[in-house]
């Protein structure tokens, strides 16, 4: 059973940056493309970033693009999220989650395993 687990969150003054951590164990992170997704109170879950397995191919949602960077380090088997610029709506439950396919997908449905969440908080 693969087990992700998401630490990094906080509370970050507007403008502010925050580089979250998943922590996948339980089978070879690199058989696996690995997606952050965020979940605001109201409102649907969100796919921000993946990356996928091998090829180095990345998806960033629109609202996201310059901001957030994802990578991977599967010597480590361990995917970050580096979060720069924080907006207020970028406050939300970030998940981290695990679909054993190559490719990225934004689509929270194809992903098999799910970590519990790390909260981000962006206030003044």
């Known amino acids: 059973q693969v087990k992700l687990v998401e630490s990094g969150g906080g509370l970050v003054q507007p403008g502010g940056s925050l580089r979250l951590s998943c922590a996948v164990s339980g089978d070879t992170m690199a058989y696996y493309a690995i997606g952050w997704f965020r979940q605001a109170p109201g409102k649907e879950r969100e796919g921000v970033s993946c990356?996928?397995?091998?090829?180095?191919?990345?998806y960033y949602a629109d609202s996201v693009k310059d901001r957030f960077t994802i990578s991977r380090d599967n010597a480590k088997n361990s995917v970050y999220l580096q979060i720069d610029s924080l907006q207020p709506e970028d406050a939300a439950v970030y998940y981290c989650a695990a679909r054993y396919m190559p490719y990225v997908s934004r689509n929270s449905m194809e992903y098999e395993f799910w970590g519990q969440g790390t909260q981000v908080t962006v206030s003044s």
């Open positions: 990356i996928s397995r091998s090829d180095g191919s990345v």
